[in-house]
């Protein structure tokens, strides 16, 4: 995002804590994966290690899909303030940004 309206500081100041969240929770996730996988399968070393391929795989994929829905919503956020009442773009964009962390950690569970 260019700084260059002052709805894209607004988001951008808002987002932060948001970031900061989603950043501690992303941090968790390999040991929650870690302690999932061996509270599953705590005697059988193939299992233990299928496991964590398996959920490995699912959160790379989920992470790239946070970070196409973040350009996504960079783009539609672009287009509102452009073309419409930028503390509703605001809201609305970070109310998107609340639903991808959420959708994200639902989906890494």
């Known amino acids: 995002m260019h700084q260059s309206h002052p709805a894209q500081a607004q ?58 829905k973040m350009m996504f919503m960079s783009n539609q956020f672009e287009k509102c303030i452009q073309s419409g009442d930028s503390g509703k773009c605001v809201e609305s964009a970070k109310a998107d940004v609340q639903r991808y962390i959420n959708e994200f950690q639902k989906n890494i569970n």
């Not at 950043?23 to 994966?33: A, D, G, K």
């Open 11 to 68: 988001l951008q100041q808002q987002l932060e804590n948001l970031q900061k969240g989603f950043e501690q929770l992303v941090q968790r996730v390999p040991e929650t994966i870690h302690l999932s996988c061996l509270s599953q399968n705590s005697k059988d070393v193939n299992r233990y290690s299928d496991c964590m391929m398996r959920r490995s795989k699912v959160v790379d994929k989920e992470m790239r899909q946070f970070d196409f």
